[in-house]
């Protein structure tokens, strides 16, 4: 039988939602990101964060260099293999939840840089959410990856941890087999 009549009329500016949604929402809205810039892809995320571009916009422009403030982690840039336990000791001091954006191809698989000290990839080491390519990105393609964070984020069960029950969501993506 088809309910005609809603049981409690609720004024227009009122809204129903989940707790869980909610706290989704303001986490996903208030991404405080960390900077690991290295190389040229930080000139991008610098212009990420001015006027023209203004990741303001999505709740994402208080870069802080204190991990314990932050929870998204941007690699933009070459790693190599005498910073990654820099890297490493950083992302283990940011509080989960924390998420992580691998910006440009030499975050992401080591760019043109094959040779032995630079790392292929990080996440070979650290779980990495969302991979922006390109030689540099723009910021325009930061800002799309931030946007998709933030769906996903939307999506994880906030209130009841279940992002964390994945063993996976806690491992590098690639484990280092050498
Ligand atoms: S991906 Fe290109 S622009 Fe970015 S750090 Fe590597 S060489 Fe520089």
Redesign the pocket.
Known sequence: MAISKPIVELPENVKITSLDRLVSWCRKNSLWPMPYAT???GIELMATGASRNDIARFGSEVFRFSPRQCDLMIV???VVMKMMPVLQRIWQQMHEPKWCISM???ASTG??FDTYCVVQGIDRFLPVDIYVP???PRPEQLIQSIIDLQEKIQAEDTIFGREFDAPSRQQPKRALQQ
């Open positions: 190389a040229c892809c933009a840039g070459r440009g191809a030499c760019g043109v390109g030689c540099p």
